[in-house]
């Protein structure tokens, strides 16, 4: 069997979020629901359940409308990266998507890119759990949380 096969033929298999009434500015749909996956991964357990990275993200670029383009066109490639057989070649030699497996396998793999041989996927694993940190803390929600006047 073909990687490409194996790969188009989990194409249909998606398990994707709902989007439709989050009224988003910047992001795609499959941008939401790739930002999602880090949701699975690094809030698993977060005391909070009333933010939504996605939203998070969206939020950000839409204050930032005007910013630095180079900035936002690196910022807006992260969730794409989940869809990429190629990033999954790079980070652990897997051409499956991340976006493409079930929730169970996805959280498993990304969670085995923290302790991984290469240093490439443990970068990944840091920078992408400092990105999610760097979104909520943006959250009206924390913000009210820790008293700060929003």
Known sequence: MSTLFLISSKLGSCSR????????????????????????????????????LGVEMDKFFYKKAGGSVQFDEVIMDVPDLFSSP????????????????????????????????????????????EFTVFLISGSKRILEIMEYKV
């Open 86 to 129: 190629i990033f999954g070649i790079l980070i652990d030699r897997n051409p499956i998507p991340v976006a493409f497996m079930n929730s169970e396998d996805r959280v498993s793999r990304i969670k085995q890119w923290k302790n991984s041989e290469s240093e490439f996927s443990r970068s990944m694993y840091r920078f992408l759990n």
């Open 17 to 52: 979020v709902p989007y439709s009434d989050k009224n988003l500015n910047y992001l795609t749909e499959d941008q939401y629901n790739n930002i999602q996956i880090l949701t699975e991964v690094f809030l698993e357990g977060f005391p909070i359940d009333q933010i939504d």
